[in-house]
C-alpha cells in the first residue's frame, strides 16, 4: 500500500501548479473511481477543451461512439451526460451491448444515425474510419477523432522537448567554449 508520505514525496517533486494539478487529480480519479477527477485533467488539456467545445456544438444531435475499445468506454465514462445512443465497432458483432450502450453496424449507422454527431473513439485507425465515414457520406463537420487530438498533443509535446533538447545542447556547447576561452587566454 501507498503510504501518504511516498505520495507527498512525488508531488514535491512536480515541477509546476499544473503537474500538481493533474497528479492530485488522477490519484483521486484512482483511489475513487469518480470520473469529476479524470475531467478536470481533460479540461485542462487542449484536445479536451477541443473535444468538449464539439460536443457542445452539437448539444442537439444524438452522438455515436466509433470503436467500443478501451478510449471508447472511456470517453462514455468521463462525457457522461452525452446524448450517446450507440457504438460501432468494425471488430465487434452488431448487436453486443458494451457498458449500457448497443453495438451497431455501419449500415445501421447509415440508416439510422445519420444525423449523429460522431466521435471517432480510438487511438491507433482514426483516419482510417474518417475515411471510412466520409465514403459513406458523413461530413467531416458531424465527427471528431480523439485520436487526432491526442496525436496533435503530443506532436506539440515533441517539439518542445525537441526545442528544450537543442536549447540545452547549446548551452553546454557555450559552456565548453566559454571554459575552452578562458583555457587559452590564460
Known amino acids: 500500500m501507498i503510504e501518504e508520505k511516498q505520495i507527498l514525496r512525488v508531488y514535491e517533486k512536480m515541477q509546476g501548479e499544473l ?50 475499445g478501451f478510449w471508447g468506454k472511456r470517453i462514455l465514462q468521463f462525457f457522461p451526460n452525452e446524448n450517446w445512443c450507440c457504438f460501432v465497432d468494425n471488430n465487434i458483432t452488431a448487436g453486443t451491448i458494451i457498458d449500457g450502450l448497443p453495438v451497431v453496424s455501419v449500415n445501421d449507422l447509415v440508416r439510422d444515425y445519420a444525423d449523429s454527431f460522431i466521435v471517432i473513439s480510438t487511438r491507433l485507425y482514426y483516419k482510417e474510419i474518417e475515411e471510412q465515414l466520409k465514403n459513406i457520406g458523413f461530413q467531416a463537420i458531424n465527427m471528431i477523432a480523439s485520436g487526432k487530438l491526442s496525436d496533435e498533443m503530443i506532436g506539440k509535446q515533441k517539439k518542445v522537448l525537441f526545442h528544450l533538447e537543442n536549447m540545452k545542447r547549446l548551452l553546454i556547447v557555450e559552456l565548453i567554449m566559454g571554459q575552452h576561452q578562458k583555457f587559452f587566454q590564460r
Request: proline share 0%.
Open 19 to 68: 503537474s500538481q494539478y493533474i497528479y492530485t487529480n488522477r490519484l483521486l480519479f484512482s483511489l475513487t473511481n469518480n470520473t469529476m477527477y479524470m475531467n478536470n485533467i481533460i479540461n485542462q488539456s487542449e484536445g479536451g477543451y477541443i473535444l468538449n467545445e464539439e460536443l457542445k456544438k452539437h448539444a442537439n444531435q444524438r452522438k455515436v461512439l466509433f470503436g467500443a
